[in-house]
């Protein structure tokens, strides 16, 4: 079982270009949330539309709820073809 955590982790730790400081605060704020717990094969659109409404109800602006999954997507984007990570790029499409 690989977390969502941990594909956030080695996005950190093996990113070749320079992450911002606010992109490594974001994501090591969403390891606070429940999805990073989750296993990458078992995320699905339904968790991610979860998580932005929890992010919304716990009173963040529309446009950071935006920022948060634009990073997350950036995770999506390179875990299955550079490590094999289940996660789905349709889910957060």
């Not at 955590?5 to 605060?25: F, H, L, M, N, V």
């Not at 995320?43 to 919304?56: G, N, P, R, Y």
């Not at 990073?71 to 390179?78: P, T």
Request: aromatic share 8%; glycine share 6%.
């Amino acid at each position: 079982i690989i977390r969502l955590a941990d594909a956030i982790d080695k996005y950190t730790a093996t990113s070749t270009k320079e992450i911002g400081r606010t992109k490594t605060q974001v994501l090591r704020s969403i390891k606070q949330y429940d999805i990073a717990e989750m296993d990458c094969a078992t995320i699905k659109s339904e968790h991610i539309v979860s998580f932005a409404q929890e992010l919304l109800d716990g009173g963040r602006h529309p446009s950071t709820v935006g920022n948060y999954i634009s990073h997350l997507a950036a995770i999506f984007a390179i875990a299955r073809p550079a490590w094999g990570y289940r996660l789905d790029q349709q889910a957060i499409k």
